[in-house]
Antibody, heavy 119, light 107 residues
Framework: QVQLQESGPGLVKPSETLSLTCTVS?????????WGWVRQPPGKGLEWMGN???????HYNPSLKSRVTISLDKSKNQFSLELSSVTAADTAVYYC????????????WGQGILVIVSS | DIQLTQSPSFLSASLGDRVTITCRSS??????LNWYQHKPGKAPKLLIY???SLQSGVPSRFSGSGYGTDFTLTISSLQPEDFATYSC?????????FGQGTRLEIK
């Protein structure tokens, strides 16, 4: 069973960079088709942020593209999210998830981490 | 970008009811459409993938159909644990997207 766990600060100041890590267990990070980040602002729907392939190639949501970076650390079996220049609108529960194959569905998810952007 | 629009956004139903949620895509996406259930404080759960395939362990009262731009998720007989929010997601494009969600509540 693949397990994912998000970690990182729960409070980030406006204009700073949000950094989260997803630790993967039960599977090699080189085995999944994609690893991705999805967020849910309070009272709103799910928003796809971006995916990273095990080769390191990435795809990002165009609405976030200039601010988001996803990277892999194969030695630690982790992948990470950085979102720069955050505002209150970036307050959300952030989930990491894996895409099993080219069908593109998110099969396993982390429990999510609430990140609040506030001074 | 591919936009997904779900209807209704809110649905009130009773135990045992049959309910249908619709997801419409702005572009034809074949069967690259997936459905998730999510509840407050929990991770989203995959229900249906590639429009009509039931994820392992998901009760058979859940079913999906559709092709191209119009898709449906049907729950044949609502159970107490089914009251949640349901979201569709397209994976036709490398730039994924979700619908805005349908909140299903007890009448």
């Amino acid at each position: 069973q693949v397990q994912l766990q998000e970690s990182g600060p729960g409070l980030v100041k406006p204009s700073e960079t949000l950094s989260l890590t997803c630790t993967v267990s039960g599977s090699s990070i080189s085995s999944a088709y994609y690893w991705g980040w999805v967020r849910q602002p309070p009272g709103k729907g799910l928003e796809w942020m971006g995916n990273i392939y095990h080769t390191g190639s990435t795809h990002y949501n165009p609405s976030l593209k200039s601010r988001v970076t996803i990277s892999l650390d194969k030695s630690k079996n982790q992948f990470s999210l950085e979102l720069s220049s955050v505002t209150a609108a970036d307050t959300a529960v952030y989930y990491c998830a894996n895409v099993f194959d080219s069908s593109g569905y998110f099969q396993y998810w982390g429990q999510g981490i609430l990140v609040i952007v506030s001074s | 970008d591919i936009q997904l629009t779900q209807s209704p956004s809110f649905l009130s139903a009773s135990l045992g009811d049959r309910v249908t949620i619709t997801c419409r895509s702005s572009h034809s996406i074949g069967t690259f459409l997936n459905w998730y259930q999510h509840k407050p404080g929990k991770a989203p759960k995959l229900l249906i993938y590639t429009a009509s395939s039931l994820q392992s362990g998901v009760p058979s009262r859940f079913s999906g159909s559709g092709y191209g731009t119009d898709f449906t998720l049907t729950i044949s007989s609502l159970q107490p644990e089914d009251f949640a929010t349901y979201s569709c997601q397209q994976s036709y494009s490398t730039l994924y997207s979700f619908g805005q969600g349908t909140r299903l509540e007890i009448k």
